[in-house]
Structure formats: structure tokens, C-alpha cells
């Protein structure tokens, strides 16, 4: 997936893993930046009796590095606290919630929100409600409203959600990940089957998504709104991270005698979908996680000879001949994931944000939203899209796996010529029309445990 | 191409990949993000003035090596390593004593 279960060490640990990580310039109020970081991969809706939440001793981030040397400039920290009404029963609700203030609902979640810039650390909101996960028509009546009701306002013009959304990423993972195969051209797979349309693994689960919608001049490095595309101040670095404790010792009575002690270690990260799930090797994806983007280099090979595309040829056999005869480094991909792409590449774009290769989701906050987005971001003639920051609509895997059979060569070496098949790839997978929403935090409301069996 | 050369094929450059790795790994990893733990060359004299477990503090210590005598020590938000050989001496005189069930 994205970055669902992505490494063998954090796919055990699913409340500090994240899934996806998104960054756009807000549609409908494009004068802010959303960033989404969602956690929890693959929920079920029905997910009682004890339902999916945030990890109390999990600290959740999202840093935005606006001067190009791959560190984080700002940070926004998520802590969380649960808070359990009546110990005495086994029920997460003992009726209907109607309201964030329900005294019906017996398992809450609160959060508190700071930034950090440099050695200053500011505390923008705490006790902030997360909504209840959506039980069903008799536990949640309208989920809409008491979801709507955790959008919390906080000074300086910055908006935040924290809880449960839809999945709002596809992917057909039941065929990627048996042998690579990609059901509308299966016709084609060195084990060949009739082809068919995609299947979205991920079509009916949710997730818990951490949202925050900021000014963007809060974001750009002197403080003043973006306008000019080409100017390299207008480019953020956007990743997400996952930290716990450095110790911990179990006591003998239960949560309540947990030990821990010790500065926070990075457990998971992510920025850029499916660098460490698809580029990243088994035996250095746990590392990979433990490092910081500024550290990338270690890694860059991964990304400048890429498994999956010398995979590709194999797989499918004559389908990407110029793609196997293809011996030079993916200078490309290392555009597109590790600096972003510089001036003259693409007319009226840029997402440079300097020669430190680093996995950063790169967003120029000069583009303006665009009025008919492509899915297929940049590929589909969308500047608004990605690899300029993420969408949560934007089909990535489609984008990647393009680009990774070489349809964006041509872009560092003219000299190539894709492989026909290399600007057709997908896994016929679509998110469908109720996936998401036109406002924040844009992921749709989650599927119900209820009607969702 | 055959089925066993496919195979071949798709073994090497699993083995490539899995090589390119060991090498990164091997090359020398950049200094963490995070600053490095202080290092004490001794532990203080016992006798502080406020006792930190009665605080609700929690205190780990982890013993990392005998030869040199390096105790870390977890403290809220903080970590130190200690290089305290008669110290780690007794910890571990203590751990044999439990290794053997007394």
C-alpha cells in the first residue's frame, strides 16, 4: 500500500504507523496549506468492542522544512489522551452519541496541538476533542455532524481535525503484490490470465487521519504568502513522522503500571506514497524508518536503480524493452522524490528545494488549486497535483508506476524513449464519487461498522 | 525465455538488491538527527537532593557493555550514558544472582 504496513517492524505496531501523507494548496480556501498524516492502516469499520484511536503514547508530527536544507523549519506536534467515563462497563457507548459532549459515550479522546519552530514551542490548542469512531445508525445517528463538530478553530487562522476518515487511498494490493501483477494487462504477466478490471483493496476500510489547515504565509520561511511560481521560497518540504518512548517497562497490574523513560524515537516516517514500501529494501526498511530525510543519501541508490523497474521487464515480458536496455541512473525519479524538479523541466513548474536528496513531499504553494483536478497529477497536465505535494483524490500508484517503467526519462534525457505501455500502466483501480469531501479535512466520512458487515 | 532462467533472473536481482543494501548500510551512517546522549565518565555520589522516583519520574538504566562499563540512563525526556565500571560491576553481580534464581 502507500506506506500501510510498509516495513516488518511498524506493521506490528499499527497505531504509530503511517499510511499516507498528503499536501495541497486548500481548494476552497486557497489562501492555506492542508496537511493530512493519516494512521492506522486497513481499519475495519466494525471494530468493536474496542475501536481504532491514536496511541497516547505515540507522538505524532508533521514537519515542513521551507529552506531547503531537508530539516524541519516548522513542526506540529499531536498528543493525545484518552479519557474512560465509567471503568465499570465493557461498552465504548451505553446510547447514542448526539453530541462530542455525550455523557453516553464512554471512551474519549482529546489531543493537544503545538509548533515548533526552532527552539520555540508554542501550544496552539488542548483539549481538543477527537469525534468518536462511526459505530452505526443507533451508536453515531449523524456521524456527519459530530465529525463536523471536531473541527477545531485555532488562533492564527489554522484549522484541525484529528479521528477517524474513509480511506482515501486506492490500490488493487491483492495483485500488486502477487508477482507484481496488474490485473488490466495480466493479459501480458509472464503468468498470463485474462485481463480484468482493478480491485480496490482498500475501498471499504478507514483510517484516523490528523488534518491541519494553515495560512500559507505561516508556512514560507520569511512569512509572507507564496505568488511567484519560479521562486524557490514558495517550495515546502512536508513530512510526517512517528515517535515513542526509548524505554518502556511492563508492570504486573496492566496499562496503568507502564514504565517509560527516555527521549522519543522515530519509529516510522513518510512523505513521498510508496518510497519505502516499493524502493526501499526488506532487510533497511526499518532503518529507513528510524532516519531523517536529511539522511537520505544512504538510501539514494534504491532510488537511482530501482528494483521494480528492472522488475518490470521480467515480469512482463517485451512489454518494456527500451526500459530493460536502460542502464543509467534514474536521475528522474531522483527529480521527482529526493529534490523535486528544478526549473525548465515543466513550463511554469518548479519544486526544487535544493541538491540534498531527501524523501520530502515537495509542494511549490504558488500553484493555485486547480479547477479541474487530474487524478494523474503533473503526468496528467495538472501542476496542482502530484508530485507537486499530494491530493487526497491524486492517483499515485498509476503516476509511479508510470514513472518508474521510464515514462519520465524524457524529462532528464531526452535521448530515451518510453515504452509504449510505460504512459498506460495502472492497476485499474478508481476511487469512485463518494470518497472524499469539497471541505476540510476532505477525506470522507468513515463507513459505518453497522453497514459495513 | 525459460522458466528456469526466469528464475535465475529473478534471484539475481533479488541478490543484487539485497548487496546494494548491505553496502549503503555498511557505508557509514550520518550522525542522528537527534542529539547524541551526554556521557558521564562516572557516576555522581549518591545523595541527591530531590529523589526523582517518588517524583513519579521514571528511571531505566541499560546496561550496554561490561568491557567498558556504559550504563544509559533514562530519565523523563532525557538520556545520559554513564561509564562506570565498578557500578556495572555490581549491577551485574546482582544479574547473575538472578540469572540463578536467588
Known sequence: MSSHREAPGISKDPVADSTDLYAFVSPDQADTVTLIANYIPAEEPAGGPNFYEFGDDVLYEIHVDNDGDAKPDVTYQFRFETQVRNPDTFLYNTGPITSLASTSWNRTQTYTVSRVRGDETTVLGSGLACPPVNIGPRSTPDYGALAAAAVHSLPGGIKVFAGQRREGFYVDLGSIFDLGTLRPFQNLHLIPMAATDGVDTLARLNVHSIAIQVPRSQLQQHGSTPTDPADARSVIGVYTSASRRKAQVRGDRGESRVSKAGPNVQVSRLANPLVNEVLIPMGTKDFWNSQAPYQDSQFQSYVLKPELAKLLPILYPGVFPNLAAYSRNRDDLAAILSTGIPSGIIAGFQNFSGPTPADLLRLNMAIPPASSPSPLGILGGDLAGFPNGRRVGDNVVAIELRAIAGATIPLVDPSFTPDGAASLLTDGTSPGSDRYISQFPYLGVPLSGFDTP | ?102
Open chain 2, 1 to 102: 525465455m525459460s522458466d528456469l532462467s526466469r528464475r535465475k533472473f529473478l534471484g539475481r536481482a533479488s541478490l543484487g538488491a539485497a548487496a546494494a543494501g548491505i553496502a549503503a548500510a555498511s557505508g557509514g551512517v550520518p550522525a542522528l538527527f537527534a542529539a547524541q546522549p551526554s556521557v558521564l565518565r562516572a557516576a555522581p555520589e549518591s545523595g541527591p537532593s530531590q529523589d526523582l522516583v517518588a517524583m513519579g519520574e521514571d528511571v531505566i538504566a541499560h546496561v550496554q557493555s561490561d568491557s567498558t562499563g556504559a550504563v544509559t540512563i533514562l530519565v523523563g525526556n532525557r538520556e545520559i550514558v554513564v561509564e562506570d565500571r565498578a557500578m556495572v560491576g555490581r549491577i551485574l553481580a546482582s544479574a547473575r544472582q538472578a540469572a540463578k534464581g536467588a
